[in-house]
């Protein structure tokens, strides 16, 4: 009885914050699902009639943000006006992103699209939430149509292959993937590189091992589960826009080098390692992230 209770206790330390998180995303679906009912709404999930409950959900989301990880937002005069592409590293758990998307629908009264795996759309029980947020399919169409529309669309390159393994030292996991810079030459549309300060040290997976690897490539599911949920110092930085370059590659435009120093005004790759080498320490450190909550200076 008493090995059990340990057991029990020490999964509750490492896992209870990610499962906190889990519960809020599934009270904020039921949120929206009574706002639904009440005012039956079948209006377009991306409408502006959405806007009161997106903003009860923001204001949530937000108040979480700053009470948990101190929560700032540096750079929003660094997006565009118009529809743009937002690029940033992928966190074990993209809580990080959650909070910038509120606060900037509080701040700007802007909804950024969302990318999303396709895992996501198969969980169950969130399809309004997805919708009415703003969450999509990667495929080109889909981005070029809410491009066309004057949004923001955000993606992670390396989505969940770089939220299961990488680590604290905040190793880009792309690979080949240049499908955003191909639909970011097409729309003629900036792209913007994003990161948050210490989100990998706010939420960590366990080390790689070869057979989870082998086991989400042959599955493209996360199996691996996150662990963590310290409060630490959460900080978004907002780059500056990437501009279109008719006269310049997909290839070029996610890696450039010249002279053997990266150009951060003409590609993204390393725009977005830029801003890591800018803001964090690397590798990562818990005990600096906390102490960090105490640091009153805008970084």
Known sequence: LIIASLTISAILVFFIVPLTIVFFIYLSNILLLIHQRNNELKADPLSDVWNSIRKTIANFWDIYARIWHGYELHGVKNLPEGPGILVYYHGAIPIDYLYFLSRLFLWKKRLCLSVADNFVFRLPGLRLLLAVTGVIPGTREDCLVALKNGYLVS???????????????????????????????????PIIPMYTQNVREGYRMFKERRFFRQLYESTRLPFTPPYGGLPVKFRTYIGKPIPYDPNITAEELVEKVFKGKFLFSFQTKTAVQDLISKHQTIPGSIWKALLERFDKRRK
Not at 160 to 180: H, P, T
């Open 155 to 189: 993606i992670s390159p390396g989505g969940v292959r770089e939220a299961l393994f990488s680590d604290e030292s905040y190793q880009l996991m792309w690979g080949n993937r240049k499908g955003f810079a191909q639909v970011a030459l097409e729309a003629k549309v």
